[in-house]
């Protein structure tokens, strides 16, 4: 039997998607599969943290403008046939990173036409309006888009969106002694849902391999700790 066949397609800013993806992978190698994992690198160097209160704010209004940050060219690989392609990203200002938006614009037709696309999304919290403009991206390129995986960083509000802007500031708000430490301890998702993300990939590849359709969700979305 013909091994079934998966891309993996990413960006990451702030290594969150990547430490996801790296425990989905685990999962996913449980069944028997041929994975290429193709991770987007921008032409200018994006770096993380931004730096400064003011380059934030500067960089939250562009992304929330679908700003593109072009990216290298891809392994042709990425435009072969696949079982199943997830592109893979964080959110930014309610929209996909500017990475994959430029290259959704420069190779979406030749990646995504006729393949069953999953989304896979690191976020704070707010995931939807992402996703479905994704979809809609997705679509006009010929795809088919399925249910997507769904990340949120499991901190309380209003602590995670003021410590996600402070940690993109450059401030660390989870170090040192100050009191806000205490409510938020951690920038990211935890390692809880690294080990959540690879049962999810075992899952997943299960699925592929027994040629289940992936029209209905087979997680929750976001993803719950006791999957
Ligand atoms: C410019 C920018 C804008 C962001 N906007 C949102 C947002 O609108 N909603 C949200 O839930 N998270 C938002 N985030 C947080 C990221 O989605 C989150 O930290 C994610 O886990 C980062 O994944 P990565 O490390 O793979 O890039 C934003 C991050 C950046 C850098």
């Not at 425990?23 to 994006?46: K, V």
């Amino acid at each position: 039997m013909n091994k079934k066949r998966i891309l993996i397609l990413s960006y990451s800013f702030s290594s969150q998607t990547r430490n996801l993806l790296g425990g989905l992978i685990d999962g996913l190698r449980q069944s028997e599969m041929e994975i290429h994992w193709e991770q987007l690198s921008p032409l200018e160097e994006l770096r993380f943290p931004i730096g400064t209160i003011w380059s934030t704010i500067i960089m939250m209004l562009q992304t929330f403008l679908r700003k593109r940050y072009p990216v290298r060219t891809i392994n042709p690989v990425c435009f072969e046939p696949y079982d199943l392609v997830i592109l893979a990203g964080p959110t930014w200002s309610y929209n996909p990173s500017g990475p994959i938006l430029s290259l959704i614009d420069r190779d979406g037709k030749l990646v995504f036409a006729g393949k069953e696309v999953m989304p896979f999304i690191s976020c704070r919290g707010y995931w939807r309006v992402h996703y479905f403009g994704l979809k809609q991206l997705l679509k006009q390129c010929g795809a088919k888009v399925v249910a997507p995986i769904v990340f949120s960083h499991p901190t309380p509000e209003p602590w995670r969106t003021i410590g996600v802007f402070l940690k993109l500031a450059g401030k660390a708000p989870e170090t040192g002694s100050s009191w806000f430490r205490r409510f938020y301890p951690k920038y990211g998702h935890s390692r809880q849902q690294v080990e959540n993300s690879r049962k999810v990939g075992k899952k997943l590849g299960e699925c592929l391999e027994s040629g289940m359709p992936f029209d209905k969700p087979l997680f929750s979305t976001p993803v719950k700790s006791e999957e």
